[in-house]
């Protein structure tokens, strides 16, 4: 993903660089400030990025194991009811 940004920022560097020169900004000058903000952009997106990985895991450490054993209680219930009605009644 990073790697789809950088590219992005790259194209549109070089955009900035000729709508630059059209107004008379020097090609450091486009450079220095697009450099700057691609820095912040992969900043930006690489800590949005650890905070999903942080979500995740919470999910998975918290949520998942709840989720898991609620459907295995729920097939279980299941089970129990068919072998008590000796089959599954007109409305299983």
Do not use: W
Not at 55 to 84: H, N, S, W
């Amino acid at each position: 993903m990073l790697g789809k940004l950088k590219t992005a920022a790259g194209v549109l560097h070089g955009r900035s660089i000729r709508i630059g020169a059209q107004a008379g900004v020097s090609k450091e000058a486009v450079g220095a400030v697009a450099t700057v903000a691609n820095d912040k952009m992969t900043n930006e997106m690489s800590r949005k990025c650890d905070n999903i990985k942080v979500l995740r895991d919470q999910f998975e450490g918290t949520c998942r194991p709840v989720m898991d054993q609620a459907y295995k209680d729920t097939l279980m219930m299941i089970d129990e009811i068919m072998k008590g009605k000796g089959g599954c009644p007109d409305r299983c």
